[in-house]
């Protein structure tokens, strides 16, 4: 029942759940000035990184964040080898030293079995949506589709 409802429901069809308004910032912000948005924010807890013109180049994940906060901490817990991938962190200034560029999103005409599957993949909770242009429109997290999924149930029972 579920399942067939992820291949025919694309992500336009959720849009009005949608927040409008995603969280981004320019590769050359500081790395305070991201956390000061996730902090005000707190709604989500992915920053996309775009271009002046709101074209998509990566993001950052809250979680990926801890290293660069408390690198001292996450050092002594993961040992020597993680000590050399803290070391290079300890240099991080800017939002472009810390940005996951593999590009992860979904557009309107997507199903919502794509964007999970993309979800499931990343461990994440949000992805965004971008249009023809690769510009950011918006962002779509996991507790929309649920709400959408109890809407279709809710559908099929009245029927």
């Known amino acids: 029942m579920a399942e067939s409802m992820l291949d025919d429901v694309r992500v336009s069809e959720i849009m ?4 409008c308004d ?3 910032i320019e590769p050359d912000a500081t790395i305070d000035d ?3 948005i996730l902090v005000n924010g707190a709604r989500t807890r992915h920053v996309y990184v775009v271009d002046s013109r709101k074209h998509l ?3 950052v994940r809250l979680h990926g964040l801890i290293d660069t906060i ?3 901490s996450s050092a002594w817990q993961g040992g020597p080898m993680v000590f050399m991938d803290i070391w290079e962190t300890l240099g991080a200034h ?3 030293d810390v940005m996951d560029s593999q590009l992860r999103y979904v557009n309107e005409n997507s199903t919502l ?3 999970l599957s993309i979800m499931r993949e ?3 909770n949000e992805i965004p949506v971008v249009d023809s242009e690769m510009k950011v429109v918006g962002e779509v997290n996991l507790l929309e589709v649920i709400q959408r999924y109890l809407e279709h149930r809710s559908e099929k029972n009245d029927k």
């Not at 009005?16 to 927040?19: E, F, L, N, Q």
């Open 94 to 96: 800017h939002v472009s």
């Open 70 to 72: 408390f690198p001292i």
């Open 16 to 19: 009005h759940h949608m927040v």
């Open 122 to 124: 990343d461990r994440s």
């Open 22 to 24: 995603a969280l981004t």
């Open 34 to 36: 991201l956390l000061k």
């Open 57 to 59: 180049l990566g993001s």
């Open 113 to 115: 079995g794509e964007m």
